[in-house]
């Protein structure tokens, strides 16, 4: 039997509930960024540019628009007869499906999948953050080091500690302890939530976990202890780049605008060796009226008569004659029309702002404005800062 050295394991299912309308009808992983892109396209271009070929995809809570996306994984060089890129979705037995109760209940769930590639190593990602990482020297140093698992870290600012999972560790590496959002962390080493196991260990750990019928079937809180307290061996990544957890609407926003120069560490002018894929298709280019005006912001593929300052705006956005959008990210195929002004918003695909709105004027990062996918704007209104709307507003009511 062929074995894999190393095969990927991408969670992607989760709700993103603190996303709120913008993950209504879409998987989180899905939801669009820096003008061009969806989040999941950062963890699979990592996969391709560190070399591994083989990735699982577990799909859960509004799977369809994320596995349209996906495809064949050719944008990521994953459209391979043997490996390559597969969806995942919770098992299906003859008593019917169950979904996924937790990150290693998921995994647990798709040992079939993995034993049908026979790896020697594990590596457990996430599909809901913003980083370039080289997998590969992760691996590397999991190998020499013949941990049973090898944990990404990263060092966040304390007053930030109690949102991850926390971790401390001696010169070697060595993981000594690990406690899931303490109340008083004791470092500020955190867990990415990137983890590479021995296939062996993970089977043996997945295998007992679920059958503890008080686990609630999670790595940071049940495989990780429990391996910390039996004595497995366990070595810590320390990863010093780039990395956001995109999981709220304010870290999403001000991801994106890190892209405008904010944050001199993050940028999508790559090189081959780090460079984004994604499913971006032929589109035609920007094009900006006589009157436009565009300053500090990106944008692919928009129809621009009025002003752009200091925003993110994907494909197909239409800014009318004189209306303003300024800090803020306006998804896919949204529409601005004449004399709107949009402030400090996250607007998500196919919406329409009718002419002469007011969105989110006035306002700052603390008070974004949230509108979701379809939502149709009636002519005029006033939406305060601060402000969700989920729904479609029918300006004949």
């Known amino acids: 039997m062929r074995r894999k050295k190393c095969v990927a394991m991408l969670l992607a299912g989760g709700q993103g509930a603190r996303l709120y309308a913008l993950t209504n009808m879409v998987a989180k992983p899905a939801v669009s960024f820096g003008a061009k892109y969806r989040i999941i396209d950062f963890t699979l271009s990592n996969c391709y540019n560190s070399g591994i070929d083989t990735v699982g995809v577990l799909t859960q809570y509004q799977p369809l628009i994320l596995n349209d996306y996906l495809g064949n994984g050719e944008p990521w060089d994953l459209d391979r007869s043997y490996g390559g890129l597969h969806s995942l979705p919770p098992y299906q037995a003859k008593a019917g499906s169950e979904w996924y109760r937790g990150t290693a209940n998921a995994i647990y769930q798709n040992l079939h999948f993995l034993h049908s590639y026979n790896p020697e190593h594990v590596l457990i990602l996430s599909g809901d953050h913003i980083y370039k990482m080289d997998y590969s020297k992760m691996l590397e140093e999991h190998i020499a080091t013949g941990a049973d698992c090898t944990i990404a870290t990263i060092d966040v600012n304390v007053e930030e500690a109690t949102r991850f999972g926390i971790l401390d560790y001696g010169l070697d590496g060595k993981i000594t302890s690990f406690e899931e959002k303490p109340k008083n962390p004791k470092s500020n080493h955190a867990s990415m939530g990137i983890y590479i196991f021995k296939m062996s260990s993970l089977s043996e750990e997945l295998k007992r976990d679920e059958e503890d019928e008080k686990s609630q079937n999670d790595f940071g ?20 780049g780039y990395w956001r957890d ?16 904010k944050n001199p560490e993050f940028s999508l002018n790559s090189t081959s060796e780090d460079k984004i894929y994604g499913r971006t298709g032929g589109s035609p280019p920007t094009y900006l009226g006589t009157d436009a005006k565009v300053q500090n912001s990106i ?61 989110g004027v006035g306002g700052d990062k603390d008070s974004l404005v949230l509108i979701g996918r379809d939502v149709k704007l009636p002519k005029g209104c006033s939406i305060k800062s601060g402000d969700i709307i989920e729904r479609y507003i029918n300006e004949n009511k």
């Open 221 to 240: 809180k049940n495989i990780i202890p429990h391996m910390l307290a039996t004595n497995r061996k366990m070595q810590a990544y320390s990863f010093d």
């Open 246 to 261: 995109v999981g709220t609407i304010k870290s999403l926003w001000e991801t994106n605008m890190d892209l405008l120069g």
């Open 299 to 359: 944008m692919t593929s928009c129809e621009i008569y009025g002003s752009v300052v200091n925003s993110v705006l994907s494909e197909g956005v239409f800014v009318g004659k004189g209306a303003v959008v300024r800090d803020s990210i306006i998804m896919k195929g949204t529409t601005i029309e004449e004399g709107a002004k949009v402030e400090f918003s996250i607007i998500d695909e196919n919406v329409t702002i009718a002419p002469n709105s007011k969105i």
